[in-house]
């Protein structure tokens, strides 16, 4: 059974009250505004990514994301070093695959990561379906040329192989362990116009692994982002420019009446009740 907004809205009252510490090893260009998305929604940011001490800050971190947007052999080294310090804490961690399947290597990093058991993947349609290894899945660069709607399935299947909770996200934001699947709507047309908004909806999905189980940390995380996003850009009649702030902002005044007004949440992969 799908969250109601009532429990997405403890989830984030009790991330409010813990502020976990969510270790980030993210690429160059998220890094800014993965740590506000962070801060304004109630966690503690730590941007880590030197191999020679992110296996002893895991031990620290109350969650990790991991990001490949800007990939080099010293990064993937302490990616793998950090999540499996993550695991044998039986900690939560985050693999966020950007533009998997452009190329080789980025496609043989993601699945040496997705081999280390992430508790949750959040990617946009065309990763979740090269992470899934479905041909002709649609991508340009980091960009989805195919629709949320049309990795579900994909998104299933790749969650009963890794054992993750898999988040594909979109227009409509679905979520599943590989049976339920959960449907969120929010959001706004301009924030695939602002870069690194979906690497922070990543590491906000990580701050609330710290504080529900994974199904119900990627549905919360989704919904409060959700309908941060749709606050954000009706706020900006100009573009999309002042979209980061304002997302900010409005993560940082999220109450239950905001989010019943600014997202749906539904089970399965229909329409969000």
Request: aromatic share 4%.
């Amino acid at each position: 059974m799908a969250m109601t907004i009532d429990e997405v809205f403890v989830a984030l009252t009790d991330l409010r009250a813990r502020q976990p510490l969510v270790q980030n090893i993210t690429n160059f260009v998220s890094m800014s505004v993965s740590a506000n998305a962070l801060l304004a929604l109630g966690a503690s940011p730590a941007m880590v990514h030197a191999e020679e001490e992110v296996g002893d800050f895991a031990k620290l971190a109350d969650a990790l994301v991991v990001n490949i947007g800007t990939l080099s052999p010293a990064w993937l080294r302490a990616m793998k070093k950090a999540a499996e310090a993550m695991g044998e804490q039986q900690k939560p961690w985050v693999l966020d695959p950007v533009a998997t399947g452009a190329t080789p290597y980025r496609s043989e990093a993601a699945s040496t990561l997705l081999s280390l058991r992430p508790t949750i993947v959040r990617g946009n349609a065309s990763e979740i379906m090269s992470l899934a290894g479905e041909a002709g899945a649609l991508g340009k660069g980091v960009d989805s040329l195919a629709g949320s709607d049309q990795a579900v399935e994909a998104a299933k299947a790749l969650a009963r192989t890794s054992g993750s909770v898999v988040a594909v996200t979109g227009t409509t934001d679905y979520a599943t362990d590989g049976e339920e699947v959960v449907s969120v709507t929010g959001g706004h047309a301009l924030m695939p116009r602002s870069t690194a908004l979906g690497c922070a909806l990543s590491a906000c999905v990580a701050a609330f692994s710290a504080v529900r189980p994974p199904l119900a940390a990627a549905t919360a995380g989704l919904a409060v982002y959700a309908a941060a996003g749709r606050i954000a850009g009706e706020r900006c009649d100009n573009g999309p420019g002042h979209l980061p702030a304002e997302l900010c902002d409005a993560l940082f005044r999220m109450d239950k009446d905001l989010l019943a007004a600014h997202c749906a949440i539904g089970a399965g992969s229909g329409e969000a009740e």
